[in-house]
């Protein structure tokens, strides 16, 4: 178990992620008397220290500046590096600038009256010599503050729920950028409803919707509960909100032929939709979506490509065992595992084969295999239609229980 050392106290980290309401006295008096606070993930001394950050009523725990690697494998805190700046990063649509997140979509943040609102896409202007810098879609950035915040890695034990979701992005990208604009005011993160802060819960969401008015657009990111057609297109319901969001027919179409696999967890126990939302202010008030991506997980919100994918995630949390799930937002690399096991040495690659027999799926796994072996990667594969998952023998971990 990871611990926090909040002043003098130790405290469970995965408790203060998830309930952040709870430890708020000791965050504000750690920040006001230490400045920081320090995480007990490793043997390493000093502890890598932890920004207290302050969000309206409770206070939330971020990575120190510059100290990702000081962190062990496993800990929420620990992060892949972003390449440093350079001519071919700038250039990148996920880059850091002056140490905070610097994110071009490939969407409007502005409503104009003369565009249509289903109309988001960048419309080239013109013909340029000059390298411009790439945009990303709605997915990439969903999967990019996931990755960022620390949410595609499993530590081997403990839980994990929206709160800790929704505290972990909020802190990570309070100070982000997005389309060169601030993202506070811009991004809403869904709060897990909370009755005891009901009012400050809908307050913010409520100012935040006012802030949009008339001419901005919104990302909002949360959980599906359910989704269904309307008169006009179609809607959705987020489990942190009673609201409906309401789309045009084609948003609407586009979403189903699109993530439909992460479409098909809702209303399982076992898998969860997590969606990003651009929404803009209706002339009658109403929240409309005009664009939307969505993302299967599992229970502990670990990004799934599919429910294969789901149970190998959840036969390695019930086996205790530490993996990160690699994210494909940037395809520099020369494969995109499925999941990474990191608690051996050397990391082992985890791929589940879930339709073999198709010759253009087998070919690609193929040239997997021969990249992993020339590279001298272990890695082992689940045939999810050959046989059971409990045929698969792991690796021993080297981690201290």
Request: glycine content about 8%.
């Amino acid at each position: 178990m990871i611990t926090v050392r909040i002043g003098g106290n130790e405290f469970p980290l995965e408790d203060v992620l998830e309930e952040p309401g709870r430890y708020a006295r000791q965050l504000e008096r750690a920040k006001t008397v230490q400045g920081f606070a320090e995480c007990g993930c490793g043997s390493r001394r000093p502890r890598p220290k932890l920004v207290i950050r302050r969000h309206r009523d409770i206070f939330l725990l971020a990575r120190w500046p510059e100290q990702a690697h000081l962190h062990a494998e496993g800990c929420p805190f620990n992060r892949q590096a972003l390449a440093k700046s350079g001519a071919g990063d700038n250039l990148d649509p996920f880059r850091m600038k002056e140490g905070h997140h610097d994110i071009r979509l490939d969407a409007s943040l502005s409503v104009s009256a003369h565009t249509p609102a289903t109309s988001v896409r960048r419309a080239t202007t013109g013909l340029s010599t000059k390298p411009q810098r790439r945009s990303a879609g709605l997915l990439a950035f969903l999967e990019y503050a996931w990755e960022q915040a620390g949410l595609n890695v499993w530590p081997g034990t403990g839980s994990r729920g929206w709160n800790a979701c929704w505290s972990q992005l909020t802190a990570e990208l309070a100070d982000c950028r997005i389309n060169g604009k601030p993202a506070d005011g811009l991004l809403h993160v869904m709060q897990r409803w909370d009755q005891d802060r009901k009012t400050e819960i809908l307050a913010e969401f409520e100012a935040w919707q006012a802030r949009l008015a008339p001419t901005k657009r919104g990302i909002v990111i949360g959980e599906i509960v359910s989704h269904g057609p309307t008169q006009y297109g179609g809607k959705i319901v987020l489990r942190q909100s009673t609201q409906r969001f309401f789309m045009p027919a084609d948003i609407y179409a586009r979403l189903q032929a699109s993530f439909g696999g992460a479409l098909s967890a809702i209303g399982k126990d076992d898998q969860r939709c997590v969606a990003v939302l651009l929404v803009e202010r209706s002339k009658g008030g109403y929240l409309t979506v005009v664009d939307v991506a969505a993302m299967l997980a599992n229970r502990q919100f670990l990004p799934c490509d599919s429910s294969y994918e789901v149970t190998m995630a959840d036969h390695l949390v019930g086996q205790q065992r530490a993996f990160r799930k690699p994210l494909r937002h940037i395809g520099r690399a020369a494969t995109h595992p499925d999941f990474i096991l990191t608690d051996v040495a050397p990391e082992v690659v985890i791929e589940v084969l879930g339709m073999t027999g198709d010759a253009d799926y087998d070919s690609r796994i193929a040239e997997k295999r021969a990249q992993y072996r020339a590279s001298g990667i272990p890695f082992l594969e689940w045939d999810a239609k050959a046989g059971p998952l409990a045929s698969v023998q792991l690796p021993t971990s080297n981690r201290k229980k």
